[in-house]
Nanobody, 116 residues
Framework: QVQLVESGGGLVQAGGSLRLSCAVSGGTFSRYSMAWFRQAPGKEREFVAAISWRGGATYSGDSVKGRFTISRDNAKNTVYLQMNSLKLEDTAVYYC?????????WGQGTQVTVSS
């Protein structure tokens, strides 16, 4: 059973930075593409960023391009999301997802709150 545990969320002022982590267990981490999504209250879940299984390709949503960076450490079975220049509208629950073939696995989410 693949399990994902996010951490690193919290309260930060606008313009600040946070780094989220997602630790994966129960599977072969290096075979999964990884992604971050977020969901704000009353809104649909939104794609944030993704990284290929080897880390050679990354993708970002338009709303976070140039501010957020996704990376992975296959030796630590962990994917990261470095978030800089945070804005009020980045407030959301951030979810980590592992994907391989037709299977997707989700974490429980971590809250990020950006204050003015």
């Amino acid at each position: 059973q693949v399990q994902l545990v996010e951490s690193g969320g919290g309260l930060v002022q606008a313009g600040g930075s946070l780094r989220l982590s997602c630790a994966v267990s129960g599977g072969t981490f290096s075979r999964y593409s990884m992604a971050w999504f977020r969901q704000a209250p009353g809104k649909e879940r939104e794609f944030v960023a993704a990284i290929s299984w080897r880390g050679g390709a990354t993708y970002s949503g338009d709303s976070v391009k140039g501010r957020f960076t996704i990376s992975r450490d296959n030796a630590k079975n962990t994917v990261y999301l470095q978030m800089n220049s945070l804005k009020l509208e980045d407030t959301a629950v951030y979810y980590c997802m592992a994907s391989r073939s037709t299977y997707n696995y989700w974490g429980q989410g971590t809250q990020v709150t950006v204050s003015s």
